[in-house]
Nanobody
Framework: QVQLVESGGGLVQAGCSLRLSCAAS????????MGWFRQVPGKECELGTD????????YYVDSVEGRFTVSRNNAKNTLYLQMNSLKPEDTAVYYC????????????????????WGQGTQVTVSS
């Protein structure tokens, strides 16, 4: 059973930056593809970014590409999301997620493809 704990959320002004972290435990971190999702109340949970097990393969949705950077440190069992040039529409609860994988190269873009989830961290961007 994998446990995920996000941290780093907060309230920032538009144009500023935040870095989220997700600490993983309970499994061999390198065996998991990791994702960052976000959700606004009343709306569906949407993928922000996905990163492969060794960190060399990443995927971003159009709305965050060029502003967000996902990375992972497998030695520290930690996933990161660097968010720059934040916009009010980035306001959401951000969740990290994990999926056990047995090969590299694929990306997983829907919530149902992930097995484990953190509790979420709130990011609020004021205009």
């Amino acid at each position: 059973q994998v446990q995920l704990v996000e941290s780093g959320g907060g309230l920032v002004q538009a144009g500023c930056s935040l870095r989220l972290s997700c600490a993983a435990s309970g499994g061999l971190f390198i065996n998991y593809d990791m994702g960052w999702f976000r959700q606004v109340p009343g709306k569906e949970c949407e993928l922000g970014t996905d990163i492969g097990r060794i960190g060399s393969s990443t995927y971003y949705v159009d709305s965050v590409e060029g502003r967000f950077t996902v990375s992972r440190n497998n030695a520290k069992n930690t996933l990161y999301l660097q968010m720059n040039s934040l916009k009010p529409e980035d306001t959401a609860v951000y969740y990290c997620s994990a999926r056990r994988v047995y090969s590299s190269g694929a990306h997983y873009t829907t919530p149902g493809e992930y097995e484990y989830w953190g509790q979420g961290t709130q990011v609020t961007v004021s205009s």
